[in-house]
């Protein structure tokens, strides 16, 4: 009778040692399906944490529709639109960190929710947005300048989700900051890029699954109720935590807050249709990237990973197969870690360095047996030459001599 069990039948995709990706040389594909297809003509949005940056404009290039409905001024050359962080995303947002901040930024663009916090004083006297603290270069120069954009910035929000077709949302941190007094919540602490931090108003906090999940569904809620049929794609950034409020290291910080993330995503993905979520997490973070996918930092993640997250993305949503581009794992340059190359470096200049010393030792150990044997050859000379009446002086230069020899033997053993 053959032996049966669970596991016995079930595809490679399931079995760590099956995976083609143990090779070095061979890319990673964790995709194993998806809800819906992207073309090409479809109007994709998309908002979120920094590496969602990095998603838009991997978007554009290959040839997708990035949909961007803030736009600058015609008169804005396109180096001096990027500076004002145009086309950074969809909308002029910024980075959306957490859920929290979605829901709120839908909340706003619908005058559904005003927070009494609107405006903040920069550097030099400047305001500044506190849901957009970093938006405007140097802060803008009047509170209506800053109204008047911020009105722009929401009716371009408004026309997102009425438009789109697709949105990817990549979720960043659990930790926040928020206004006690109407639970607004900022993407930065006060008094990093603009106000003043006052612990009577302003109080941490890090969201838990439970929040993370209801605030995306009720987002999921809002939009197809303006828009029904709208696909989503959740991921989740690989990028670490820069800081961490709480009282431990910023990677076990990084680490909880990545797997909040990653159970909301799925919890949220599982109970909605045409909602999938995207593994640029496990692309960028497993251990079949081998360290190849952040920069020397070990935070910032290489073009070329993003480039790879991309490539699968495009396969299994839009059909086009692109080739691998992860470099082959060879040396620390291959790696793309100064440091790793520094630490190859100073082990090699260590080992030559241990070789020299080795080669001075020996040297200098030869030089002793040398000069000692040179030594036992003069007393040999000096007795030859000695008067057969100085007996006991030949006695006393025996006894050197014989401690010589064995000097010389104890020597010659120590060497081999």
């Known amino acids: 009778m053959t032996a049966k069990h669970p596991y016995i039948g079930l595809p490679d995709y399931q079995f760590w040692k099956h995976e083609p990706a143990v090779d070095p040389d061979l ?8 809800s819906f297809s992207i073309t090409t003509d479809e109007p994709v949005v998309t908002a979120g944490s920094c590496f969602a940056q990095h998603v838009a404009r991997a978007l554009a290039r290959a040839g997708f529709n990035f949909h961007v409905t803030e736009k600058a001024h015609e008169a804005l050359i396109p180096k001096a639109a990027r500076l004002n962080n145009y086309t950074m995303f969809s909308a002029r947002y910024g980075n959306i960190y957490t859920a929290r901040q979605l829901k709120q930024l839908l909340q706003r663009a619908y005058r559904e929710y005003v927070p009494t916090e609107s405006v903040w ?5 400047s305001f ?27 009716a371009a929000v408004r026309r997102a989700v009425e438009s789109l077709s697709v949105f990817v949302f990549t979720l960043g941190l659990t930790e926040a900051w928020i206004d006690q007094r109407d639970g607004a919540v900022f993407p930065l602490a006060p008094g990093v890029a603009g106000g003043v931090y006052d612990e009577e108003i302003f109080a941490f906090k890090n969201f838990t699954v439970a929040e993370i999940v209801a605030d995306m569904q009720w987002s999921l809620d809002f939009i197809r109720a303006r828009n029904p049929n709208s696909k989503f794609i959740l991921t989740v ?3 670490p935590l820069n800081a961490t409020y709480l009282n431990r290291h910023v990677f076990v910080s990084t ?23 995207f593994p640029s997490y496990e692309i960028i973070t497993s251990p079949f990237a081998r360290g190849r996918s952040y920069a020397p930092d070990c935070r910032e993640v290489r073009p070329i990973a993003v480039a790879e997250v991309m490539r699968v993305f495009m396969k ?9 581009r992860m470099p082959k794992l060879k040396t620390a340059q291959d790696v793309g870690d100064r440091k790793s190359n520094d630490s190859a470096r100073d082990t090699r200049v260590k080992s030559d360095q241990r070789r020299k010393q080795k080669t001075a030792n020996s040297r200098s150990r030869g030089d002793v047996k040398e000069a000692t044997e040179a030594t036992a050859r003069k007393a040999k000379n000096r007795r030859a030459k000695a008067p057969a009446d100085s007996s006991e002086r030949l ?22």
């Open 121 to 125: 004083i920069g550097k030099m006297g």
């Open 395 to 416: 006695d006393q230069r025996q006894k050197v001599d014989n401690l010589m020899e064995v000097l010389c033997d104890e020597e010659a053993i120590s060497n081999k």
């Open 316 to 324: 299994h949503y839009a059909g086009i197969e692109v080739p691998a």
């Open 128 to 154: 500044v947005d506190p849901f957009r603290p970093q938006i405007q270069p140097g802060g803008f120069i009047s509170t209506a300048e800053l109204e008047r954009d911020r009105d722009i910035h929401l």
């Open 27 to 34: 890319p990673m594909d964790p995709v194993v399906d998806v």
């Open 237 to 239: 950034s690989p990028v």
């Open 255 to 277: 680490t909880l807050s990545k797997s909040i993330l990653r159970v909301a995503a799925e919890e949220v993905t599982q109970n909605n249709d045409r909602c999938d979520y």
